[in-house]
């Protein structure tokens, strides 16, 4: 999709108006853009390839949803959006959370709704997340590297996309309500320590059938110490290959079990029978899951597909989303599917 605008807004230190795009380029960390999309108005740093990075906008604070669009023309020129940038110098501007592209001072915390990225998008700096209370992220597919995300403590579900091979170094870090992450097949490496304080995981896919290179521990810091109460989700047939490379159960006593990975959509559900009676609505207050015996995986979809949200459910519970009304969702309880309309 794109957006035209009217005009630009150049600010640079050592960059005069003339010197045109190859000059930006060779300034790009005191070159910026900005234009607006929907409510909001982006700003963008020019990178080293011609295309732009997300920064924040230190005249703006992005609030309700925020969609960051694909392309964006000014004057004439089409720019693609492929970075979150971190904010300080450099092509991305990694570790800077005080002017990264969406954290506590360049969000408007109290009204923050969502944040909506583009299919294009390659890279995710450093701190382009910091304390931001939102209760969905979806990272596009296109996305290749993930840098340290803090404070994210409303999410419950996160994926990785399948182009990302490894979880850096305080990757996702105090994720309080996090209960389930998912990693693509390309994962290779986990940093440690990669999972930081996340004291309600409990489920952690992982579509590799090469199990990542563990460096050092990454789950020391994980905020719990009985790892077997974590189900580690692994293909079909790889779960020995899994206990052997991690040292199971001298070293990472999780839990282990396998998958299809060929079933892992709406079709695919992975539970025990304990679904069979659980009861699911929807009314104006939202999607309500109820007869809950036992721990259950849960997963809402829309009706491409595209998983929604992504936990697991010991009880009777509303689940923590916030949809349109009128919408069609499939709601997988265990081995239960659902079709529910929204009011």
């Known amino acids: 999709m794109k957006y035209s605008i009217a005009s630009f807004i150049v600010l640079a230190t050592s960059l005069c108006l003339g010197t045109g795009i190859a000059g930006a380029q060779e300034a790009q960390q005191d070159t910026y853009l900005k234009a607006v999309s929907g409510e909001n108005e982006i700003r963008y740093r020019l990178l080293e390839d011609g295309?732009?990075?997300?920064?924040?906008?230190?005249?703006?604070?992005?609030?309700?949803?925020?969609?960051?669009?694909?392309?964006?023309?000014?004057?004439?020129?089409?720019?693609?959006?492929?970075?979150?940038?971190?904010?300080?110098?450099?092509?991305?501007?990694?570790?800077?959370?005080?002017?990264?592209?969406?954290?506590?001072?360049?969000?408007?915390?109290?009204?923050?709704?969502?944040?909506?990225?583009?299919?294009?998008?390659?890279?995710i700096a450093n701190s382009a997340f910091h304390t931001i209370p939102i209760k969905k992220l979806d990272i596009p597919s296109t996305v290749e590297y993930i840098g340290q995300m803090f404070n994210m403590t409303e999410l419950t579900y996160l994926r990785y996309p399948d182009n990302v091979e490894s979880v850096v170094a305080n990757g996702i870090y105090r994720f309080s309500n996090l209960e389930t992450v998912t990693f693509g097949p390309n994962l290779n490496k986990m940093e440690s320590p990669a999972i930081v304080y996340c004291p309600k995981l409990r489920h952690?896919?992982?579509?590799?059938?090469?199990?990542?290179?563990?460096?050092?521990?990454?789950?020391?810091?994980?905020?719990?110490?009985?790892?077997?109460?974590?189900?580690?989700?692994?293909?079909?047939?790889?779960?020995?290959?899994?206990k052997e490379a991690w040292g199971w159960p001298d070293d990472f006593e999780f839990t282990f079990v396998e998958f299809d990975t060929e079933s892992a959509g709406i079709d695919g559900v992975q539970s025990d029978d304990a679904s069979a009676d659980i009861r699911v609505w929807s009314d104006g207050s939202g999607i309500h899951v109820a007869n809950v015996t036992a721990a259950t995986p849960v997963s809402l979809h829309d009706i491409l597909g595209r998983t929604i949200y992504s936990g697991t459910v010991c009880e009777d519970t509303t689940l923590p989303v916030d949809l349109k009304s009128g919408n069609i969702y499939i709601l997988k309880t265990g081995n239960k599917c659902t079709k529910l309309i929204t009011k």
């Open 51 to 123: 295309t732009l990075g997300v920064v924040s906008n230190s005249d703006w604070l992005y609030t309700g949803d925020v969609v960051v669009p694909a392309e964006v023309t000014i004057d004439g020129t089409t720019y693609s959006v492929t970075a979150l940038c971190g904010g300080a110098s450099g092509t991305y501007g990694e570790g800077s959370d005080a002017t990264s592209a969406f954290n506590a001072s360049s969000v408007d915390t109290a009204n923050i709704k969502s944040i909506t990225l583009p299919e294009g998008l390659v890279h």
């Open 204 to 242: 952690i896919y992982i579509y590799a059938e090469e199990p990542p290179v563990m460096v050092n521990d990454p789950f020391q810091s994980i905020g719990f110490w009985d790892l077997a109460i974590v189900t580690v989700h692994v293909p079909k047939g790889c779960v020995d290959a899994y």
